[in-house]
């Protein structure tokens, strides 16, 4: 790079991560050096909101060597020609080089690989996340040197925010034109968390380093696998074979913290019974049984406002809350849910009986019935309403929402070994279509459409084809099922899902646009 070439350093940041700062630090740091310098920062909703991009140009030669003449700086980066491209996470990094800021010849790119989901990856009713792998592929190959390991987890060792290991990280590449020691007095100089600050940036600093000459990375440890982590919680687990074990074990913890050691015994007659069926007819590597003690577990731990208020007070959920806002223990913090329980919350926890008649006295009024509640959760009389929700455990198998939902559990596993008989691929197919009950109110509902429509179609073709040999029908069935599982979890309004089974397509539901008069002011 010539000397009178810009240093041109554009930072992707999201919000509450420091990335004015981390600006603020590289102005002081040139300034330091007597480098002019100039900084731009840009608002936007990226990925998700609250990303910001900050844009800073550096010329790196002392303002006493110009004699009199100031540099002219750009206030937008432009593509191809930035020399370092910093980005706080995965995804953020990836929006850098889909956007072609970064240049193989000249980018230095420093990105954190550890992942804040996007809204959008959220709300898919299936797996929605972005391909990590390929934009690691894409770091590697359109950048001059990539520099890349988990910065979040180095930040929350040393209990400091993302922006001082990222800082390191820059500094250690070695592609901004000051020292190590300029940026740790710019820290210093900045006077907030000190301490903290430049452990974080110590940490990116060698870490980046290390990537520098070529050493391996030497992070946090890898998690435990789920071998390691989760040991057979009863003989019963340990008996079953190797390749279930794991994932049963797993279940097993979930179902009991759920409801108790009554339900994991349900849970485990369950998961037996299809695995009975898969050894009688398909054999290893047992994959129904796998997949189906998966779902089966998610499913059977279905989201209540038990539940919820269930989680919602735990000891290590409050820890959370106190470490994402950096509140110390001894610090008060005040806490506020935000709940609005409607006529579906309240009929699910009450007697099928009772349920119904409040549904048939209450009909055509549910959508006015949802309160919106703000429970301060660090007073004591919050965070007690929230304790007797919870105490309802007790009472969950009663309910409504109960009933509801083992009636569905017991169809979809009935179905799933009804396949096994005929074809192993097909009941496979269908086990994965417990991934399409999830969440609650509509969200549940939907779900509960969903399979219905499927396990009706499964039941139609098996019976509607009498003259036809099982095999024939079941290896029809494989493709129609995981035709109708991806529709039904790419669609929310369902038209997809109607396609794929010959369905009349239901009718849309509209939301309409309400454009409201603001009060004239006083």
């Not at 987890?153 to 034109?177: C, D, E, K, Q």
């Not at 304790?387 to 979809?412: D, F, N």
């Amino acid at each position: 790079m010539k000397a009178t070439e810009p240093v041109k350093i554009l930072v992707a940041a999201l919000g509450g991560e420091g990335g004015g700062v981390l600006a603020d630090w590289i102005i002081a740091a040139a300034s330091a050096q007597g480098f002019p310098v100039q900084s731009t920062s840009v608002p936007g909703v990226a990925q998700r909101t609250g990303a910001t991009n900050y844009y800073l140009e550096i010329l790196p030669v002392p303002h006493a060597a110009l004699q009199g003449r100031a540099p002219v700086f750009s206030l937008v980066p432009c593509p191809g020609d930035v020399s370092i491209v910093a980005a706080s996470e995965l995804v953020e990094a990836g929006r850098m080089l889909q956007n072609g800021y970064v240049n193989p010849q000249k980018t230095v790119l420093a990105a954190s690989t550890h992942r804040e989901f996007a809204v959008s990856e959220k709300v898919a009713m299936g797996d929605g996340r972005y391909q990590d792998g390929r934009v690691l592929e894409a770091a590697a190959a359109l950048s001059k040197q990539a520099i890349l390991f988990d910065m979040a987890t180095l930040a929350a060792r040393h209990r400091t925010v993302i922006n001082t290991v990222l800082f390191g990280a820059m500094a250690g590449s070695g592609a901004l034109p000051f020292s190590r020691e300029a940026c740790e007095q710019a820290i210093r100089q900045a006077g907030k968390a000190v301490d903290a600050s430049l452990a974080g940036f110590a940490a990116g600093y060698e870490q980046a380093r290390a990537l520098v000459s070529g050493q391996p990375a030497a992070l946090a440890p890898e998690p435990k696998s789920v071998a390691g982590s989760i040991q057979p919680a009863s003989a019963r687990v340990a008996a079953l074979p190797s390749g279930v074990q794991n994932v049963v074990a797993a279940g097993v913890a979930q179902v009991m913290d759920y409801q108790g050691a009554a339900y994991a015994d349900l849970y485990l007659d369950r998961v037996e019974l299809i695995l009975q069926g898969e050894q009688a007819h398909a054999g290893q590597p047992l994959d129904v049984t796998r997949e189906t003690a998966r779902f089966l577990a998610l499913w059977m731990s279905y989201e209540d406002v038990i539940r919820v208020a269930d989680l919602k007070t735990r000891r290590d959920r409050l820890e959370r809350v106190r470490r994402e806002v950096g509140a110390a223990s001894g610090d008060p913090l005040h806490l506020t849910e935000f709940l609005k329980p409607g006529l579906d919350e309240l009929c699910s926890v009450l007697p099928p009986a009772l349920a119904g008649w409040l549904r048939r006295r209450l009909a055509g009024r549910a959508g006015k019935l949802g309160v919106g509640l703000h429970v301060r959760t660090s007073t004591v009389s919050g965070f007690a309403m929230l304790c007797v929700l919870r105490s309802l455990r007790r009472w969950r198998p009663r309910t409504e929402r109960y009933a509801a939902e083992q009636e569905m559990i017991g169809r979809w596993l009935a179905a799933v070994r009804g396949l096994l008989a005929h074809e192993p691929r097909a009941a496979f197919e269908l086990a994965l279509c417990g991934n399409v009950v999830k969440g609650y109110g509509e969200t549940s509902e939907r779900g509960h459409r969903s399979l219905r429509a499927i396990l009706d179609d499964v039941q139609a073709h098996l019976e509607g084809q009498p003259g036809a040999a099982a095999g024939d029908v079941s290896g029809m069935l494989v493709g129609r099922i995981a035709k109708a599982r991806k529709a039904a979890l790419a669609d929310p309004q369902g038209q997809a899902l109607a396609q794929a089974l010959d369905l009349p397509a239901p009718e849309l539901v509209a939301h309409p646009v309400r454009f409201v008069r603001r009060a004239a002011s006083s």
